[in-house]
Every structure is written in structure tokens, then in C-alpha cells.
């Protein structure tokens, strides 16, 4: 019998039909799928563990995952093999053997999301649950004042789900950036870490002061008062995308796919 290989891979999803990545008994999750389709082509039982969880209604176009197995396929055929098998809604990207020392999730160095927003009077149709509606106007310069408090190492007890199980709420965020096109809003965060629901909590904060019913300091107020319950409601899932996992060079694994201006 061969030993067992890792295999690294990215995985690309829309989350519209899931309770989220990870798996759960009673909803299916795109992990559930991920492994369905893997088993089937490695010909035994598969458990992937992921860079990342998402929560139902979020995407993902950079997720990294990892699984342990006896086959011996080359990327293409892997790829190839589990596609086939997936729904049209979730895609592998890219797969390869790696080092049984890496990790998808240990193994990550930082991490980074994208939240679109659809900043206009009417509602998305073709992209619906797909981009996030704001119907008042924004103003972009005030949300960018606000994100830049946000920079650096901080407790980020105020941005956290209540059901949150992270023992250390202290994160890392290593870029922060928002840029407007027209009618759309889109914010790009990179940080070592994040807390459940920190990023669309971040989001909700910036989008009342962006409509100029908090001031602009309000978001490093919170930042410093540590209290979610004095913070804004979480933003809608579905502007969030899981966009991209930094590794060390040693595991030589391609770079995530980088979204375009705005997507």
C-alpha cells in the first residue's frame, strides 16, 4: 500500500446554497461537497481541513484546503477528477502534493477577504445574494478615515460574534483599504488572523459612519471600549469573499487567484 501523500488545493465557491463551509449534520456546507467529490475520485474516505471557515451565504475564491491520501494522482487529474464530481457552484481551482508538514489552516501566515457593496437606490437582481445592497448614499472618504484606526494589532473584542470561540481576541491587520467605481464600494482586509464575523462587523461599523450617523472616530471608540454590544449590526453575508491565504515560499504553491478592480 503507498503511504500516504498530502495534497494542497484551492477551492472556489459561491455560498449562496450553504450553511457555510464547515460541515454540519442537518444543512450541507461546501466542505460536505468538497469531500463528497474528493472520496470519490481518491477511491476511500476523505477529510479536508481548510484555511478558513465562511458562514452560510459567504464565498469564496481563494479558499485552501489540504487532505491525507493513498493515491497517486498528478494535480491536472485531481482537479479534473473532483470537478467532475462537484456542483456548479464549487470549484478546485488548483491541487499538488505538498509536504506533510504543511497545514491549510496552522500553516497560514495571513489572510484576506474582500466585501463588495452595491452602494445605489435599487436592489441587485442578476447579483443578488451574490453582492451586498446599501441603498443610502455613502461617503467613502469618511469610511477610509475610520479604517485606518483599524491598522496594527488590537484587541478586536467589539468586531466579534457573540458565539465567537477564539481564546485571543488580539489580531493583526496588516492592510485595510477601501476604493469606490461608480455605484460600487468594495473593502479589501488582510490580517495573521480574524474573529468570527470580524471582518462584516467591521463592515457594519464603517457603513454608519460612511452614511454620517456616527463620527468618524467611532470605530477606534469601539476598538478601544472592547464592548460588541455598542457596536453596529453585522453586515449582510453576502459581500463577503474569501479571497486569498499567504504561505511560506518553502511550500511553493501558486499564488491565489486576484479578483479585478472591483470583484
Known sequence: MNTPQRIAACVEYCGVNYCGWQFQLNADSVQAQVERAISRVANHDIRVIAAGRTD?????????????????????????GVNAYLPSDISLLWA???????????????????YVILNRAMSPSY?????AW????LAVARMQQAAAALLGRHDFSAFRAAS??????????????IEQCGAWIWLDIRADGFLQRMVRNIV???????????????????????ERSRAAATAPAAGLYFTEVQYAPRFNLPPSPKPCRFW
Do not use: M
Open 164 to 177: 465567537c470561540q477564539s481564546k485571543n481576541p488580539h489580531k493583526t491587520v496588516t492592510s485595510l483599504q
Open 127 to 131: 447579483l443578488h445574494a451574490r453582492v
Open 56 to 80: 452560510s451565504g459567504v464565498h469564496g475564491s481563494g479558499q485552501v484546503i489540504h487532505f491525507d491520501t493513498t493515491q497517486r494522482r498528478d494535480g491536472e487529474t485531481w482537479v479534473r
Open 204 to 226: 457594519g461599523v464603517l457603513l454608519r459612519i460612511g452614511e454620517g450617523r456616527e463620527a468618524v472616530e467611532w470605530a477606534a471608540q469601539l476598538l478601544a471600549e472592547r
Open 96 to 114: 499538488q502534493p505538498v509536504e506533510l508538514s504543511f497545514h491549510a489552516r496552522f500553516s497560514a501566515l495571513q489572510r484576506s477577504y474582500r
Open 134 to 137: 446599501h441603498p443610502l448614499p
